[in-house]
């Protein structure tokens, strides 16, 4: 019989697995250790959902999803094997994984997901001007196969299909202008003064990024109509590299494949020394979304935008401690 999940050990993954992006940062999971049964579950917590932005959790899954493949690799790091199962209880949907944790003697080392667990603590979202460089074919190649190792699709759209994507954007800002209460998740998760310094959670002021005076770059304003001391103005790249996370359906299921796929190419792109952003504005209307799909196929469910790029890796963002996150039985 296998001994017991180390608490230790236990403890070390979920602080991996929860280095992953969230919208807003919300950190919208729980973990339960079922140490006999090495199983460690993974919960949503609906008190960090977003009922305004995302009212069908449809991000709440991504950001869920991306904590699982974290999960998974710290797991492999830890000569581990992860065995993990999407919604495993039909009448728990809150349940959203269960990863059981094999030892490995005797099974294959999962090298390639090994090897990106150093990067988990590196990404980070860089809200900053990324320079007009283009990026190479073999690591688009690359992030594209990662995406597809997860059941998904990675799209670099071409100029016409890019320009569609950024005017998506823009018309998702226009409507929040014109809807009072639209900000309401963004203004519940930015953290402005000295809260930024002790948050747990939340995007913090210093995570911000600078102005957009120019430029095309899909980057949000986190401060609306805020004051934010010491925060300048700059110009963005005018030729923004957007790639677009797509899966085939858009159930819960789904949505949790989009985020380990998404997870898995923002590691690769950090290995690759890319700076990235994420930028779900247009994509939370499901009407705007449709017509994010690529214009050739029309097929296929866009769930993320990313945005590419060479420049600064922006800073790291708080996350809640462990203990927070995490029971053990």
């Known amino acids: 019989m296998a001994s017991p999940l180390d608490e230790k050990t236990v403890t070390r993954l979920v602080a991996a697995a929860t280095a992953a992006p969230s919208m807003h940062n919300a950190q919208p999971w729980h973990f339960r250790c079922l140490t006999g049964e090495r199983v460690l579950q993974l919960h949503a917590d609906l008190e960090r959902a977003m009922p305004r932005s995302d009212p069908g959790n449809r991000a709440l899954h991504i950001g869920c999803g991306a904590a699982l493949f974290n999960l998974r690799v710290a797991s492999v790091h830890a000569d581990l094997v992860p065995e993990t199962r999407l919604l495993p209880e039909h009448d728990d949907p809150q349940l959203l994984a269960a990863a059981h944790l094999a030892d490995l003697a005797g099974r294959p080392h999962d090298a390639d997901l090994a090897r990106l667990y150093p990067v988990i603590r590196q990404r980070h979202t860089s809200r900053h001007p990324f320079a007009e460089k283009d990026v190479p074919e073999d690591v688009r190649a690359t992030l594209r196969d990662a995406a597809t190792r997860e059941g998904a699709e990675l799209l670099f759209p071409g100029p016409w299909h890019?320009?569609?994507?950024?005017?998506?954007?823009?018309?998702?800002?226009?409507?929040?202008?014109?809807?009072?209460?639209?900000?309401?998740?963004?203004?519940?998760?930015t953290r402005l003064g000295p809260e930024a310094d002790t948050a747990v959670d939340g995007v913090p002021e210093y995570a911000f990024g600078p102005r957009k005076r120019d430029g095309k770059a899909p980057v949000r304003d986190f401060t609306g109509r805020r004051r934010v001391a010491d925060r300048g103005t700059t110009t963005f790249e005018h030729t923004s590299h957007l790639a677009l996370l797509s899966t085939p359906g858009d159930g819960p299921a789904d949505w949790l494949r989009a985020g380990q796929a998404l997870e898995r190419v923002l590691l690769e792109a950090t290995l690759a020394d890319l700076a990235t952003s994420l930028t779900s504005h247009a994509l939370e209307d499901r009407e705007l979304r449709l017509l994010a799909r690529d214009p050739g196929s029309g097929t296929g469910q866009v769930q993320m935008v990313l945005r590419l790029g060479y420049g600064p890796r922006g800073p790291a963002t708080p996350r809640r401690p462990v203990a927070d996150v995490l029971d053990v039985v």
Request: hydrophobic share 45%.
């Open 162 to 189: 890019a320009d569609t994507v950024l005017d998506l954007v823009r018309d998702a800002e226009s409507c929040d202008v014109m809807d009072p209460g639209a900000n309401e998740d963004l203004l519940r998760w």
